[in-house]
């Protein structure tokens, strides 16, 4: 099977289709001024647009790591997750908190997710 790069730079690929598996890099938000609730809206942002790139959406996520700067955020960071997943479709998940080399950053989040793109 082939495998298909979608939004390619010079150092990573932003999707990764394989064998019906959409596997995102880890996604982060732009805006680093933003609290919590903000970063994490943004890169859910991301993710919604990037499964729809790889032909799939976030009721086909099969897993989904995520790195937060300071765990004292888990509620927030979860209050806007748990907007964001549709009722039913909750994946299996990690959380974990991490040091990022940026200190305004926030969040990271990696999602793997069936898709209806055979490569």
Known sequence: MNIAR??????LS???IHGG???LAGQI?????QDMRGQTREVLGH????????GSDK???LSCQIFIANTDDFEAMNEVWN???????APPRATVG??????????????????????
């Open 6 to 11: 979608i939004h390619m730079g010079d150092t």
């Open 14 to 16: 932003e999707i990764a």
């Open 21 to 23: 598996t959409v596997y």
């Open 29 to 33: 938000a732009e805006d680093t001024t």
């Open 47 to 54: 993710i919604d647009r990037l499964l729809a790139d790889a």
């Open 59 to 61: 009721t086909r996520i």
């Open 83 to 89: 907007a964001w997943v549709p009722e039913g479709h």
């Open 98 to 119: 991490v040091r990022f080399p940026d200190p305004r950053r926030l969040i990271e989040i990696i999602v793997v997710a069936a898709t209806n793109q055979v490569s």
